[in-house]
């Protein structure tokens, strides 16, 4: 894991990133790597190229995002696989919208993938490896404090928000956001005296599902998941559309 970026000690070490601490106080650099994990890390492997697609789409989205409004952790990109992000307490919450019924939800419900949902649906599932972060109801957030109802309200009108743009976004590059998670954080004023919730982790094609609008054809983490092959060229072609250069600085092709 080669890289000229001066950083702090590791924090924290996941399926497909790492987090350091950041040279700031309040800064932490976030490392994409190319190791991906499926069915709560019972399958693992690697795609090619992964942390590089993974690290610059997330650089578009949220800066897309922040341009319409939405407050995230996002500060700048480092270099090909790191960026700088702000610290934040994560909510344990999996924020996941779905547009069209496909994974979990089709095979919970008995549904064929592909259904197109009247209105968006927003599920939570609590983020807990060992449990499988299983799907909870509003009630068990508010219940259990994980988050409390004006909390709750600014992540539904987030991730309405969020999901409009990105819809749209997408479907100008043909392709059909079909469902993706989200993660939300408690970013701490200076003094300590309030908070704002912001949008954390990533988004990209290892958090969502793409789907072709023409062909149906997956653009995403489900390629490796269900063996499907081509997850290094779906990953590509979705950079490729959203016009991000694959380049290194140096100019090799990666
Ligand atoms: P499902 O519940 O159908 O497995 O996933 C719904 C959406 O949320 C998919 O786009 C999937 O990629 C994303 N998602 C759900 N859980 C996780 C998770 O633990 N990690 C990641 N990276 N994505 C997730």
Redesign the pocket.
């Known amino acids: 894991m080669s890289s000229k970026t001066p950083k702090g000690e590791k924090l924290y070490e996941g399926k ?1 990133k790492v987090l350091y601490q950041g040279t700031e106080p309040g800064t932490i650099i976030q490392y994409f790597k190319d190791d991906a994990t499926a069915f709560n890390a019972q399958k693992r492997g690697t795609i090619a190229g992964k942390g590089i697609i993974n690290n610059k789409v997330t650089e578009l989205v949220m800066n897309n995002l922040e341009m319409i409004g939405i407050p995230t952790h996002f500060i700048e990109r480092l270099s090909d696989r790191e960026q700088l992000i702000r610290e934040v307490e994560i909510i344990p919450l ?1 924020v ?1 919208v ?1 547009n069209t019924v ?4 089709a095979k919970r419900l008995g549904l064929d993938e592909g259904i197109r949902l009247d209105r968006p649906l927003i599920e939570f ?1 609590l983020k807990d490896d060992a449990l499988g ?1 299983p799907l909870i109801a509003e009630e068990h957030i508010l219940s259990l404090d994980i988050a409390d109802e004006e909390e709750l309200s600014e992540i539904f009108d987030m991730t309405h928000q969020i999901n409009n743009f990105l819809r749209g976004m997408f479907a100008g590059i043909g392709i059909e956001l ?4 989200l993660e939300y954080g408690r970013l701490y004023d200076e003094e300590d005296t309030g908070y704002t919730i912001i949008l954390a982790d990533e988004f990209s094609p ?4 793409l789907w072709d609008m023409k062909t149906g054809e997956k653009m ?2 489900d390629r490796f998941r269900r063996d499907l092959g081509g997850e290094v060229e779906a990953y590509q072609e979705v950079a490729r559309r959203l016009g991000i250069s694959l380049e290194a600085e140096d100019g090799r092709k990666q």
Do not use: L, V
């Open positions: 497909a999996e996941i779905r496909a994974g979990t939800m599932s972060d079909i469902d993706f998670k290892d958090n969502c599902r995403d983490k």
